[in-house]
């Protein structure tokens, strides 16, 4: 495990999670919430956890994305924070 | 409230860092975590159930109980995406739209009237676009192979990462991506609400089956050597097949419960055409 | 201060589930949209689940998937080649368990918007008001 990588990704997993969190549309921060996951797949699979790496792939960055964009366009973009 | 919610922050991670301090060091062998019980685990997987990937028997044999309501609970979060949206909020609107497939007419219907049985006519919502074609066409071909590669995860889940939560959701996203790239309606016709329903609490059934068959059997409930009589294997591949079947049954309970929540959100309980 | 620094570089990946944790918790408290409140519910459970599959790590070891395949039954194994499974096992399925947590949490702001026609907390609370 090469700590150089490791913390590369930690750190844009902090800037897409804060980015999710502050930007003013709501499609973006479930955009942004998909970047969130995957990066956090691929951390775990730098921690050699390969199973939980495959079911974030596939449920974080696939699946949730899919339900937070269904569910914004149910209702609405507009945000206030 | 958005200082309440700074000072709370602060004070709690002012505590998770003195905690963090007592913490064994970063990717210590010797750690508390890795000493007690995950040995026994990793030195008795092979010799008791034959199968070479760890985290499936643990998941399957020896954690399995966890495992049957952790499905448990996701049949229930489907059921109540079930009752909260579709139940209470699904009403069918009093005008309907049909669009003719081959002309492009579209025609309105009051409420009461029918159309004449006949295999052109397509229901459409009020707002209608036409699915792009190559979209179409791309997923189409995409489909079956995402369906194979989720059936071989599932059923090569012993050896390589992978199971049947993996496979199910993989599998429930295949039908998701129909329903994307076609509408929601045609997602329907493939895999109607019923089915849905029924065998969501199907998959539970069949891992709870597992359990209840070797229970019959004479051993303890989830104790798949029980099946070794009935497989015509020695115990250990007993143990081995069991998980299998368990693992079929998490993958189809998983599957459908990613159907029918997507299904619920993007028609918000109508079963329109969706996205 | 000179026992603090090492302690500090060599536990950077705590600091840093702590600053995840805590952002999501700020934006459960915080947050005034629904949907965001959401989000940060997920951050936070992602959080977790990062600090749980850390704890599995072993310095030298490989995957927990046995190197020896199927035929190698008698072949002895040795713990310390392998990473702990047990903080894996849990979390797969806490994930599993997340996603559809996610999924009721979303049908209730559907739900919400539905008989209030906003996703904004206050507008909310200031429409039950009225009432």
Redesign the interface.
């Known amino acids: ?1 090469f700590w150089q990588i ?2 590369a990704i ?1 750190t844009l ?2 800037v897409t ?2 980015g ?2 502050m930007v003013k549309d ?1 499609l973006g ?2 955009i942004l ?1 998909g970047a ?2 995957f990066l ?1 797949c691929l ?2 699979s730098i ?6 790496a495959f ?2 792939a596939s ?2 960055a696939g ?2 994305s899919v ?2 964009v ?3 366009f ?3 973009r ?4 | ?2 200082i ?3 000072i ?3 004070i ?2 002012a505590f ?2 003195y905690a ?2 007592d ?1 064994p ?5 010797n ?1 508390p ?2 000493t007690y ?3 026994y ?3 008795n ?3 008791d159930t ?1 199968v ?4 499936t028997s ?2 399957a044999d020896y ?1 399995g109980f ?2 049957m309501f ?1 499905t448990t ?2 049949f229930t ?2 059921l ?2 079930f009752i ?2 579709r139940i ?2 699904g009403k069918e609107p009093e005008t309907r739209h049909y669009r003719h497939v081959l002309t492009g007419v579209t025609v309105t219907l009051k409420e009461g009237r029918k159309i004449p049985a006949s295999e052109d006519f397509e229901r459409i919502d009020d707002l209608w676009t036409p699915p792009d074609l190559i979209i179409k066409t791309g997923c189409r071909l995409m489909i079956p192979f995402i369906q194979l590669f989720a059936l071989y995860v599932i059923a090569h889940g ?4 992978g199971g049947g ?1 993996q496979g199910g ?1 993989i599998l429930g996203a295949s039908i998701i991506l129909l329903a994307i790239s076609h509408d929601l309606r045609t997602a329907l016709e493939r895999m109607r609400e019923k089915v849905v329903a029924i065998l969501c609490p199907v998959g539970v059934a069949i891992y709870a089956g597992t359990g209840t068959l070797c229970l019959l059997l004479g051993l303890n409930f989830l104790d798949y050597s029980a099946l070794a009589s009935v497989l015509h294997v020695d115990p ?1 591949s007993a143990r081995s097949h069991g998980i299998l079947m368990v693992e079929i049954g998490v993958g189809i309970a ?1 599957m459908t ?2 159907i029918w ?1 997507y299904n ?2 993007s028609s ?2 109508k079963y329109n055409q969706g996205l | 201060m000179s026992e603090l620094i090492p ?1 500090i570089i ?7 589930y ?10 459960m ?5 629904l ?2 409140k959401i ?2 519910m ?2 936070f459970q ?1 959080a977790i ?2 600090f749980y ?14 190197t ?3 035929g ?2 008698h ?1 002895v ?4 080649d ?8 849990l ?3 806490a ?10 949490a ?6 919400i ?2 008989r209030y026609n ?3 907390e206050d507008e909310i609370l200031a429409q039950i008001r009225k009432k």
């Open positions: 495990m490791d913390l930690l997993v902090v999670a804060v999710s969190l709501l921060a479930a919430f969130y996951s956090m951390l775990w921690m050699g956890a390969v199973d939980v079911t974030e449920v974080g699946v949730s339900f937070f269904a569910a914004v149910r209702t609405s507009r945000t206030k924070d | 409230m958005k309440i919610g700074l709370i922050t602060i709690t991670g998770l860092v963090a301090v913490f060091a970063w990717a210590d062998p750690s975590a890795s019980l995950s040995p685990f990793i030195e997987s092979m010799k034959s070479p990937n760890f985290v643990l998941l954690r966890d495992t952790e609970v996701i979060a489907g109540v995406c909260l949206l209470s909020g012993h050896s390589s990462p939560f959701v250990i998983v419960t990613m929540i619920n959100i918000a309980g | 302690t060599a536990k950077y990946n705590y600091w840093i702590i600053t995840l944790m805590m952002i999501g918790l700020y934006a408290i915080a947050k005034n949209n949907v965001k989000v940060g997920n951050i992602t689940i990062l599959v850390s704890i599995g790590v072993k310095k030298g070891a490989t995957i927990p998937i046995s020896g395949g199927h190698a039954a072949e194994v040795h713990a310390a392998y990473l702990n499974p047990l903080p894996h096992v979390m797969l399925t994930i599993v368990v997340g996603v559809a947590t996610l999924g009721v979303l049908a209730l702001a559907l739900r918007y539905s906003t996703l904004e």
